[in-house]
């Protein structure tokens, strides 16, 4: 089985790999596993007081297809809202490096992290320390 | 009628793996009993014996033989013992799809894989390799005592959860054998 172009450029440049602080409250941290092949992956995002991702990291132990999935998904969810990174779709990601059939997994995978990530993110009250603090002189000025 | 030809019709092709080896339908399993039974079966369904016999004895034994086979590797391996086991009893295990998030697990599995890259490093990397090998071995039969717990307590959906765990630990220890292989390799001249 051959890997795609996309596949191989992120597997050989993977983006934005490393670590954030899991206790900032500005960091959800999402931690997925598959069965089928024992990769594991750990997804973080930092996300803004508007509810924009600014950064996101990966750390990912697996295949080619798993390493550029999460790569990839590191990639698109920059700049997103929570709620449109929450609505990508594995499916958009295998299409995107042309995974074949036996490694959709790995899209599913990336798309399950995500996820994790947005909800540890929510659990945690992300952001809500700061919105207490008034950000400018509109909000509560009736 | 011959001996051979008895045992062939008298073979059903629908039994169980547990139940084509005469063994008792649980997860552990005496290894001696195992194996005598596949050679028990094997000697019974063996080519030889059915030379003279029929076509349709012949194809029989041919069929039990290979559902023999298979039942062997089955039941001899620890994890696809457990994961055949669960489906016995109807629960299906998608590895594709059942995803695991249990957060406390993933990290030790990040950790355990992080150390077998730190051993590579390290100034005596085959030792360390095996240090680490040693631990993944501990944890791994740990989860197979707690599939056994689980199982014979009849809770299957925590059966369920460790057998995905123990694929985990199946493909770390692949990983750690490949990695201490390569590393013997390297040390050769």
């Known amino acids: 089985m051959a890997y795609s172009d996309k596949v191989i450029d992120h597997y050989e440049n993977p983006r934005n790999v490393g670590s954030m602080d899991k206790g900032d409250r500005s960091v959800g941290t999402g931690m997925v596993g598959a069965p089928a092949c024992g990769d594991v992956m750990k997804l973080q995002i930092r996300v803004n007081d508007a509810g924009v991702i600014e950064d996101a990291k990966f750390k990912t132990y697996g295949c080619g297809s798993a390493i550029a999935s999460s790569s990839l998904l590191t990639e698109w969810v920059k700049g997103k809202t929570l709620e449109e990174a929450g609505s990508i779709k594995n499916t958009e990601i295998a299409e995107e490096l042309a995974l074949p059939p036996v490694k959709i997994h790995c899209s599913v995978l990336a798309e399950d992290a995500i996820k994790a990530a947005i909800d540890d993110y929510r659990k945690k009250g992300g952001g809500a320390a700061e919105t207490i603090a008034p950000v400018d002189g509109e909000t509560g000025a009736a | ?189």
Not at chain 2, 51 to 59: E, L, V
Not at chain 2, 65 to 70: F, G, K, L, R, Y
Not at chain 2, 92 to 119: G, H, K, N, S
């Open chain 2, 1 to 189: 009628m011959t001996e051979g030809d008895r045992a062939t019709l008298e073979l059903d092709l629908k039994q169980n793996h547990f139940e084509l080896l005469g063994l008792p339908q649980r997860f552990r399993i005496d290894p001696g009993a195992l194996s005598q039974a596949y050679r028990h079966m094997q000697s019974a369904l063996h080519p030889d014996r059915f030379a003279r016999a029929g076509d349709q004895a012949r194809r029989l034994a041919v069929q039990g033989a290979a559902q023999v086979n298979e039942a062997y590797a089955v039941l001899r391996d620890d994890g696809r013992r457990a994961r055949y086991l669960l489906e016995l009893h109807g629960v299906a295990v998608d590895e594709e799809r059942d995803t695991a998030q249990d957060p406390e697990f993933l990290m030790e599995q990040m950790e355990l894989r992080e150390a077998l890259e730190a051993a590579e490093q390290d100034p005596r990397p085959l030792e360390a390799v095996e240090r680490v090998r040693a631990d993944i071995g501990a944890r791994h039969k740990a989860l197979l005592q707690a599939f056994e717990q689980a199982f014979e307590a009849g809770d299957l959906a925590a059966a369920k959860a460790e057998v995905l765990k123990i694929r985990f630990f199946e493909r770390l220890r692949q990983e750690a054998t490949a990695l201490a292989e390569r590393l013997e390799d390297r040390d050769l001249p």
